[in-house]
Structures are given as C-alpha cells and as structure tokens.
C-alpha cells in the first residue's frame, strides 16, 4: 500500500504544519503502508496558465517537477494533503498545485482512491479551509476519510495536544484501513456523482478542443 502526502506549507516539514502531519504519517507507518512525502517548499510546481493543453492531451506541458508529482499521486493508492490556513485559504503552494490538478478534476481521475486532510492556523477558521480541501479531494473523485485541524499555541505546538496528536495518529492508520478494507462513505457520493456528471456535460461541450478529455470520457461510460 502507498500513501503520498503532499504538505503545502512553505516552512515544508519544519513548520506547525509539518508537525502536526508528522503524527498522521506516525499512523499510517504503523500500518505497514509505504509512505512518500512531498513538501512544494522544495518542489517546483509553478501556477497553472491556462494553455488547456492538458484537456487535450493529457498532460501538463510546464517543464516543472508537477507532472513527477502527479504521477506519484495516480500511482498512489491514498493521499494526504496538508496545509496551513493563509487568509482564509491554503497557501499559495498548495493552491497552485490544486490549480494545476485541473485535468484530473475533469476526469474525476483519483476514483477509488482515499484521502486525509491536515489544516494549522495561526488563529483559527480552520473548518472552511477543511472544506474547501473536502471539495477538492470531492471533484478528484476520491472519497476523505477524515480531517484533523488545529490552530497552533507557538511554534509547533498546539492546544490539548497530546489529544490532538492521538487523533492525527488514529486518522493515519484509518486512512490505511480504510484502503484496505474498500471502505464506502455513502454521504460522498450524492455530491461526488452530482460533479461527474457536471464534468461529463462540462466536456462533452468543450469535446472539439478537448480532446484528450472527450475520449477519456467516451471510453469511460
């Protein structure tokens, strides 16, 4: 079983963000599972710039380490994405490689995958930053486990948390039982199959430019 984890915070695992991931990947090794961590501090992944070269072929055409990332991600059997709330949001890090998940989005190419969210906030807010990612996650096709979100109280410290940290270690090892076992989540699907379908009408209008997409979709069903 292989788990990637992408942390979007700029500090990498260094940061509070990073701490909090550290005892979710705690859980997960005790699983067994295999586990890649990727921190965009060090990685290139530039913003998308709305070429569609992607719905077309099937590929991003920017000479970054996106593509290697992706394909890490496809391979994957779950992931975690981790970030800390900047202003309402994720960091730039993470929005960017987000943005540039848009081919995949609308393919809803990570079906049958599963996912967990990390989410630190200097102040609180935490819960729509969890959402959004929800919606992410959502829109790939994959299902989420479960979230695990805290502001912080200093540097990589946290509120109540060795409580915190025990549940961040118990989502881990979920995440990996929840692959194992091919866990459902019915309360997804309502709004996961309600996206497909958008995506399908989405491409089947924009089928002449986006071709790679226009017969992803036909081969589909």
Not at 92 to 114: P, S, V, W
């Amino acid at each position: 079983m292989k788990i990637i984890a992408i942390n979007g915070s700029p500090r990498g695992m260094r940061g509070t963000t990073g701490r909090l991931l550290d005892e979710v990947l705690a859980g997960v090794a005790g699983t067994g599972a295999e586990v890649e961590v990727v921190c965009l501090d060090r990685t290139e992944v530039g913003p998308c710039v709305a070429c569609d070269v992607c719905h077309k072929v099937g590929d991003c055409p920017i000479k970054d380490d996106f593509s290697e990332v992706r394909t890490k991600l496809m391979n994957a059997d779950g992931f975690i994405l981790a970030t800390p709330n900047y202003i309402f949001s994720v960091s730039a890090q993470m929005k960017a490689f987000i943005d540039r998940l848009n081919g995949l989005i609308h393919c809803t190419a990570l079906e049958g995958k599963y996912a967990v969210l990390v989410e630190t906030s200097g102040g609180g807010g935490d819960e729509e930053v969890i959402e959004y990612l929800e919606r992410v996650v959502s829109a790939l096709g994959a299902l989420t486990v479960g979230s695990v979100a805290s502001p912080g109280a200093g540097p990589r410290q946290f509120p109540n948390q060795e409580e915190l940290f025990a549940k961040a270690r118990i989502l881990g090892a979920e995440l990996c039982t929840s692959i194992a076992e091919k866990r459902e989540f019915p309360g997804q699907m309502a709004a996961h199959n309600d996206f497909k379908e958008r995506m399908k009408q989405l491409v089947g209008f924009m089928g002449d430019y986006w071709t790679y997409e226009r017969e992803f979709w036909a081969n589909r069903g």
